[in-house]
DNA sequence: TTGTAGGCGTTATCAC
DNA sequence: GTGATAACGCCTACAA
């Protein structure tokens, strides 16, 4: 910065100023700065930035896992959100665990986020504490905490779940299986489980029927391998509602290749609506996820919160994520 | 930091030296220290670490998308590889765009990253500039340029199409259509193209099926869009090569509807061995691309330039990612 | 519209 | 093993 003030023939403030689009500096003066500043290839560091004006540019994201097209969509959609106003994002994917998420978080914190963005699938007594001192808004995802730190963004798996139960009930079914990860740290999916449940019950119907399998995110092989097994799980079951679609693409292609038929032996519901759904044959019927919506959202309520000085009253604490159920072909009418 | 070293009766200077694990401080200076950050909740300020070390633990990484496995596959692996080492990851997709990539480069540079990693599909002139002035190591994926800038992880797409399209016609495959996108700034479904045309010429054949359709990245719907136009496309071909495994899904799905059977009448073949791929019906003849390895050979890279002191001498310029023909159902022995 | 002085929170360096 | 001092590169605050 010295050799361009120098170069110009001004003070490293002017330069300074002059990089900064809203800068008191005249035109004239701008324009010299500029050019030689592309002429030298000046690059200011935006360490030294942050350090004097206490204001770091990084928007803090943590994923469950990119290996999953929905979590990869929504961080595309904030991404996109966040580029016209210079923020950053600083990006980590805790493969959900919480204690991956808890590391995370302590060493993104060095580096002074203006605001932090991750899912809630349960966290430690000690990323609460961290995330409660760093002082800066929290926005939790996907899932709706009962206690949230700061603002929220997503919908009620248990309820989204619920309403595809009793949806099914209504279409006839009664004895409906449900597939889920076995290890249910992962709250959604466990919110899920829960609200089939409640539905089952709710209709005076038994959830016995649990088939857990394989470490999540749960994978179209597990399903695969599950659905192999369907003497031995489904042999009196009218349904299988899994957890994610993933899983139904693959009991699907397992139920095809024993020349079970669905959905006239045994309908296949998913969760998630990823687009191998809509392509399968049969099509899987399934609850549609907005997960784009998810990252666009954050990305909206991000900009009320850093940049736009005079959107800053009445944000609602909460938005709500649209959820609705597709109904075809792996059901019956 | 000034309160711990107040509340330890020591220098700020010792403070530091304690926090950074290999810093000369007696070991009971040190424990007493460490209690009091914890007491305190002291988190140090990276932003002035880096402005006095000249070092910013960043690594700028670049993706086409992470709406696509391969991508988001490779970025959990080297982000994987990075955690122990302490580097943090600055993320950013281009979108398929020369132009975002410069802009995104060029705002990741101002955070001073130690390392950049890049697919490469082209870079603009002043991209180029850009990189080679940071004077920092830079790492180029997936594809191999003919002049590379730094190190490269990858395969040659142009090959690998060749190899497919040569072992195709070993099998008696004659009139073979390709499809790929409409859009091909994008080098690497050009590269697959042109390996496909050169391996049809060089067996005397004629490569003029050519469908170009959808903007990258190509997906399951652009290829059922496509399938559904068999007549139009398809009438005198006996095998339909996608640029990948997306619309060789959708193609397969379409054309099940059209009561086209799948080897018998036309063959279908796709890039890149998704998860999709082998649990269609038929499976999906399709080119495996190992995109963990790609992830995991660059943080290894990654590490032997930026973290092992002792490890710098004889780095090759190139890592080459193994690629294998999987022939499954979609196509006959 | 421009310049000067000083500080942001760390660590390198050298002295003890 | 510990401390004092001076940077690191930028920006805030104030003065001209």
Redesign the interface.
């Known amino acids: 910065m010295e050799d361009v003030a120098r170069a110009a023939g001004v003070s490293r403030m002017t330069v300074s100023r002059a990089l900064r689009s809203d800068g008191p500096v005249s035109d004239e003066t701008r324009a010299r700065i500029l050019k030689i500043v592309r002429k030298l ?1 000046y ?6 930035g ?2 004097s004006t206490r204001r ?1 540019g990084f928007v803090a994201t943590l994923v469950p ?5 929905h979590f ?2 929504s ?2 959609a904030l ?1 996109e959100q966040l580029e016209p106003t ?1 923020l ?6 805790t493969d959900y665990s919480a204690e991956r998420e808890e590391r995370l978080i ?7 986020p203006e605001i932090i963005v991750l899912p809630f699938d349960g966290h430690t007594p000690r990323t609460i504490k961290l995330l409660k ?1 760093a002082n800066v808004p929290v926005i939790e995802q996907w899932e709706v905490p009962k206690r949230p730190i700061g603002y929220t963004v997503g919908f009620s798996n248990w309820q989204a779940a619920r309403k595809m139960t009793t949806a099914l009930i209504e279409r006839g079914y009664q004895r409906i299986a449900f597939v889920s990860e076995s290890e249910d740290a992962w709250t959604r999916g466990a919110a899920r489980r829960a609200g089939f449940e409640d539905a089952m019950q709710s209709a005076g119907l038994s959830a016995h029927r649990m088939i857990r399998f394989g470490k999540p995110p749960i ?3 597990d399903g ?1 391998q599950i659905g192999a097994q369907y003497s031995e799980h489904f042999a009196d079951a009218d349904c299988i509602f899994c957890v994610s679609d ?1 899983p139904a ?2 009991v699907l ?1 397992a139920l ?2 024993q020349q079970i038929r669905v959905p006239e032996d045994i309908a296949v519901v998913g969760f998630g609506n990823f ?2 759904s ?4 049969p099509t899987i019927t399934t609850v549609e996820v907005d997960a784009r919506g998810i990252g666009h959202q954050t990305g909206e309520l991000v900009r009320r919160l850093l940049v736009d000085e005079n959107d800053r009253d009445g944000i609602p604490r909460h938005f709500e994520i649209d959820v609705r159920l597709r109904f075809r072909e792996s059901t019956r009418a």
Chains 1, 2 share one sequence.
Not at 43 to 48: G, R
């Open positions: 290839n690059v200011p560091d935006q360490s030294a942050t350090l770091s896992s990119l290996n999953n097209l990869a969509e961080i595309q991404s210079g950053q994002m600083l990006l980590g994917h302590e060493s993104m914190l060095k580096r002074r001192q994978s179209i092989e695969f993933a693409f693959g292609s095809k290749s687009e191998v809509r392509f399968s044959s």
